[in-house]
């Protein structure tokens, strides 16, 4: 499928995605500072910079994006143009981010995942990604997954 702008327009367009402070990103963290949980943001001195640290339970959480790390579901599409460059981008993604958690885990941090996909689309239920994450930091276990 041949792009429906040109590779200057698109390269403005991919230029303007930001890693940080993301929609879901905030969404995630006014649900869990409403529920009464305090954190800090991208800790750089933790494996693949969470997005959000919690050290009174030692967990992180990480807010993934379902394009930029591959996540097979709906929202999931891969691109038409440069195939090539975005199975590797996308591959090296998601062995970046099976580091970040195998490291984490090893020292002893707990490993929370928030897919976009939770969070977007019709009859999505924006508390229940909350009350998911909120069950599992009173619940001491190692690793959670929230997804579509």
């Known amino acids: 499928m041949v792009d429906v702008v040109d590779s200057a327009t698109r390269s403005r ?8 402070n993301t929609k879901p990103e905030i969404l995630i963290r006014s649900l869990l500072h409403r529920h009464g949980f305090r954190f800090r943001l991208h800790a750089r001195d933790l494996p693949g910079k969470p997005d959000i640290v919690l050290p009174r339970y030692h967990a992180v959480v990480f807010v993934h994006g379902c394009f930029w790390h591959g996540h097979d579901c709906p929202l999931f599409k891969w691109p038409g143009t440069r195939p090539d460059f975005w199975r590797e981008k996308i591959r090296r993604n998601q062995a970046n981010d099976n580091r970040a958690r195998e490291a984490l885990l090893a020292k002893g941090w707990r490993v929370g995942i928030v897919w976009e996909c939770a969070m977007r689309g019709a009859g999505k239920n924006i508390e229940g990604v909350a009350q998911s994450l909120a069950d599992w930091l009173r619940s001491g276990a190692p690793l959670i997954e929230v997804k579509e």
Not at 13 to 20: E, K, P
């Open 13 to 20: 367009m991919m230029s303007g995605i930001r890693g940080r």
